[in-house]
């Protein structure tokens, strides 16, 4: 309690009651795993609708799929790996679209959470990415795309004694890590800024004295609201763009 204001305990701004499955296992079904299906539902029928019925002027569905697959094709494949990468488009476009949708659930009103804010949904999207580069890698390097990972060529044979290990560091371990770390820590980190700013507006308007400054804290509440639809949008775009810079190093050895 902060100056006669109660804030609900961190565990319940992250933690979740199964709905139904064993109470409190990690396999459990609760808010964050329907969340996560929904994104899933949701990825696919709109690019069903949007497959639908095509026609030369799009609308509708088809306006937006095509849109956006424009965005992802021009503003990510083609500049990080160029036209050699087009073939891995869907994987980045669905992508995207998983992650922007289970983000944008943190300003859906009755859920007030989103899926990534829980560490274990971005994990798994970096590991999936983490295996999505490595089989890229053999497939277009073969076994040599380990050596060529951790011992790039035109380094003097006397630094490989620490180019190496830094290397394998650097892109077996740390990528996955900081993928799936920046995706959650910053939407818990703005999960927890809106849940705060709900809790004071509502203890506020309950107060006497203090209701004198809810203004300004509904005003900050709002802002912060369109401030993370901007944060859920800007995430899935990193954690896509990184996805194919991490992708296209593994076409070329050059790289």
Same mark, same amino acid.
């Given at each position: 309690?902060?100056?006669?204001?109660?804030?609900?305990?961190?565990?319940?701004?992250?933690?979740?009651?199964?709905?139904?499955?064993?109470?409190?296992?990690?396999?459990?079904?609760?808010?964050?795993?329907?969340?996560?299906?929904?994104?899933?539902?949701?990825?696919?029928?709109?690019?069903?609708?949007?497959?639908?019925?095509?026609?030369?002027?799009?609308?509708?569905?088809?306006?937006?799929?095509?849109?956006?697959?424009?965005?992802?094709?021009?503003?990510?494949?083609?500049?990080?790996?160029?036209?050699?990468?087009?073939?891995?488009?869907?994987? $980045?476009?669905?992508? !995207? /679209?998983?992650?922007?949708?289970?983000?944008? +659930? %943190? &300003?859906?009103?009755? #859920?007030?959470?989103?899926?990534?804010?829980?560490?274990?949904?971005?994990?798994?999207?970096?590991?999936?990415?983490?295996?999505?580069?490595?089989?890229?890698?053999?497939?277009?390097?073969?076994?040599?795309?380990?050596?060529?990972?951790?011992?790039?060529?035109?380094?003097?044979?006397?630094?490989?004694?620490?180019?190496?290990?830094?290397?394998?560091?650097?892109?077996?371990?740390?990528?996955?890590?900081?993928?799936?770390?920046?995706?959650?820590?910053?939407?818990?980190?703005?999960?927890?800024?809106?849940?705060?700013?709900?809790?004071?507006?509502?203890?506020?308007?309950?107060?006497?004295?203090?209701?004198?400054? $809810?203004?300004?804290? !509904? /005003?900050?509440?709002?802002?912060?609201?369109? +401030? %993370? &639809?901007?944060?859920? #949008?800007?995430?899935?775009?990193?954690?896509?763009?990184?996805?194919?810079?991490?992708?296209?190093?593994?076409?070329?050895?050059?790289?």
């Amino acid at each position: 309690m902060i100056f006669g204001l109660e804030f609900p305990p961190i565990e319940n701004l992250v933690e979740w009651p199964n709905w139904f499955g064993p109470k409190d296992s990690f396999y459990g079904f609760n808010k964050i795993a329907f969340i996560s299906l929904v994104a899933i539902v949701a990825t696919s029928v709109l690019f069903i609708l949007g497959n639908r019925k095509r026609s030369m002027v799009p609308k509708g569905a088809q306006n937006l799929v095509e849109s956006s697959v424009a965005f992802i094709r021009d503003g990510i494949v083609l500049e990080t790996m160029g036209p050699d990468g087009m073939r891995y488009l869907p994987y $980045l476009v669905s992508l !995207f /679209f998983f992650i922007l949708i289970g983000n944008i +659930f %943190e &300003v859906i009103p009755f #859920f007030h959470m989103p899926a990534n804010a829980r560490m274990a949904g971005p994990a798994v999207l970096a590991l999936i990415t983490w295996a999505y580069y490595i089989a890229v890698g053999l497939k277009h390097q073969g076994p040599k795309y380990f050596i060529n990972a951790i011992a790039p060529p035109g380094v003097p044979k006397a630094l490989y004694i620490l180019v190496v290990p830094i290397e394998f560091l650097s892109t077996f371990i740390v990528r996955p890590f900081s993928l799936a770390v920046r995706l959650f820590a910053n939407m818990l980190a703005g999960h927890i800024l809106l849940v705060t700013f709900s809790v004071l507006c509502i203890t506020l308007f309950t107060a006497s004295l203090l209701a004198l400054v $809810l203004p300004l804290s !509904f /005003f900050m509440l709002v802002a912060l609201t369109g +401030f %993370e &639809v901007m944060v859920a #949008f800007l995430q899935a775009y990193i954690f896509t763009i990184l996805a194919a810079v991490y992708i296209g190093s593994s076409m070329h050895a050059e790289h």
